[in-house]
């Protein structure tokens, strides 16, 4: 069975890669098309749209990411396979065509969906032998995540529902697909957060504050705050996206980006009084 590290930019993914060597590494980019967020450096840019074989404008993590991945490819010393599917903008306009009014939020996880398990998925089903071994980064204590997906697997398999062909008549021919068995090495081998700090402590690659989308829903109202100051610029895409609606869809129930943005700043919180649930890590 073939072994597929999944990598998200954060320390944790990375600390895999580093010591869990796989057959392949595969990281699934995030994009936006709006050219008020166009990634700064165009050599950069120029690089990542050769990566995943399509104009890259920009992204809506943190753009340290970037970085992070261009560094971590040079310290592993192997090849790190850049993937992306729709974009952002492409994923809300599709919901749009289908007469849909809402944004993704904690019940309808769809920019989880397509921008990083579909596109992991059909990679993984074009370059491999399914079903792959994947290795997944809950850390010891996580166990409960871990055993959370381990109950959606089949003997030990996970299946994804997918399509390939067509049917007779145009429509999607869908089938369960066997897709990867996961695997917990840093729960196997009782490995910490503080030891994935220590880890990373004087080597060369830079870290983002924090991965996944500066405006993630899974983020609390204190931490979305935090980074409305620490990137105005990205967060404001989000907050643009439920005026876009007339607020009739919002990414987090009870408030707006709006709201979240005119909050008062909590001067006395430090970056590390936010932990990795609030991070808004969004899953594999």
Known sequence: M????????????????????????????????????LFPDEKIRKVVSEKIGREF?????????????????????QKINWISGMSFDEVLKMKQGRGDVYLPNKAQRFCTVEMKIKPIFYWCAENTDLPVEMRIGFRSNEQSRATTMIDRCEDGIEFMKATFTKNKNGTNHWEDVAYRKPVFPLIDDGIFKDNIEEYWKGKPVRFAY?????????RNEMLLKHMSNKDPKTFEWFAKQERDTDYKAKF???????????????????????NECDSGYCGL
């Not at 930019?9 to 590494?25: E, Q, W």
């Not at 924090?210 to 899974?218: H, K, P």
């Not at 987090?252 to 936010?274: A, M, N, P, R, V």
């Open 252 to 274: 987090k129930t009870g408030t707006t980006y709006d709201k979240i943005k005119s909050h008062k700043s909590q001067h006395t919180l430090f970056d590390d009084d936010f």
């Open 57 to 77: 404008i920009g992204t809506l993590e943190d753009n340290d990411i970037i970085y992070t991945m261009l560094d971590l490819e040079q310290y592993l010393g």
């Open 2 to 37: 073939q072994t597929v590290n999944s990598l998200s930019g954060g320390k944790t993914s990375s600390y895999i890669a580093s010591n869990y060597p796989a057959d392949f590494n595969v990281f699934s980019l995030v994009r936006t098309d709006d050219r008020d967020l």
């Open 210 to 218: 924090l991965n996944n989308c500066v405006g993630c829903f899974n």
